[in-house]
Every structure is written in structure tokens, then in C-alpha cells.
Nanobody, 116 residues
Framework: QVQLVESGGGLVQPGGSLRLSCAASGSIFRLNAMGWYRQAPGKQRELVATITSGGSTNYADSVNGRFTISRDNAKNTVYLQMNSLKPADTAVYYC??????????WGQGTQVTVSS
């Protein structure tokens, strides 16, 4: 059974940084694409960043240049380094795993709040 556990969320001031982690189990991590999504109150869930099994990355325009997604296959973990945070980045952030057969799995989410 696949499990994804996010951590690292919290309250940060505008301009600050946070690093989210997502630890995966129950699957051959290195074969899967991973992604981070977020959902703000009253809004639809949106893509933040993805990373393929080969390490290619993709970012939403709103975070490009501020956020960095990375993965450590030895630790079965994907990270999201978030810099220059803005109040508009406030949301619940979700980790997603997508298998080579396009099965999708989600974590429980971690709250990120950017406020002074």
C-alpha cells in the first residue's frame, strides 16, 4: 500500500522560506513521477511543481524561480524548497505520486500560511 507523508509546513512571514518533505513508502519510489499541488480556501487544487523519474522538472508560472522541487531516491523523499514566499502562496500543499501506469496517490496535505 502506497503511503505519502508530508511535513515541513507552518507559518512564515512574507519573503521567508520553507522546505516541504514528502516521504513515500509502498512503491518503488525511483520509478515514479512526483509532484506538489496546493489548494487555497475556496479554490481548486492546482499544480505547483513536478519531477519525473529521470529528474526533469516543471513549475507553475506563479512559483517559477522561487520554488525548487527535488528528489532523493535513496531516501524515498521528494522536497519542495519555497523561497520568497508571498501571502498568495498560503494553501494546503499536497504531495502526489504518479506510477508508470498513471496510478495516482496523494498525501494528507500540510498547511502553509504566509502572513505577517
Amino acid at each position: 500500500q502506497v503511503q505519502l507523508v508530508e511535513s515541513g509546513g507552518g507559518l512564515v512571514q512574507p519573503g521567508g522560506s520553507l522546505r516541504l518533505s514528502c516521504a513515500a513508502s509502498g512503491s518503488i519510489f525511483r520509478l515514479n513521477a512526483m509532484g506538489w499541488y496546493r489548494q487555497a480556501p475556496g479554490k481548486q487544487r492546482e499544480l505547483v511543481a513536478t519531477i519525473t523519474s529521470g529528474g526533469s522538472t516543471n513549475y507553475a508560472d506563479s512559483v517559477n524561480g522561487r520554488f525548487t522541487i527535488s528528489r532523493d531516491n535513496a531516501k524515498n523523499t521528494v522536497y519542495l524548497q519555497m523561497n520568497s514566499l508571498k501571502p498568495a502562496d498560503t494553501a494546503v500543499y499536497y504531495c502526489q505520486m504518479r506510477s508508470p501506469l498513471l496510478h495516482e496517490y496523494w498525501g494528507q496535505g500540510t498547511q502553509v500560511t504566509v502572513s505577517s
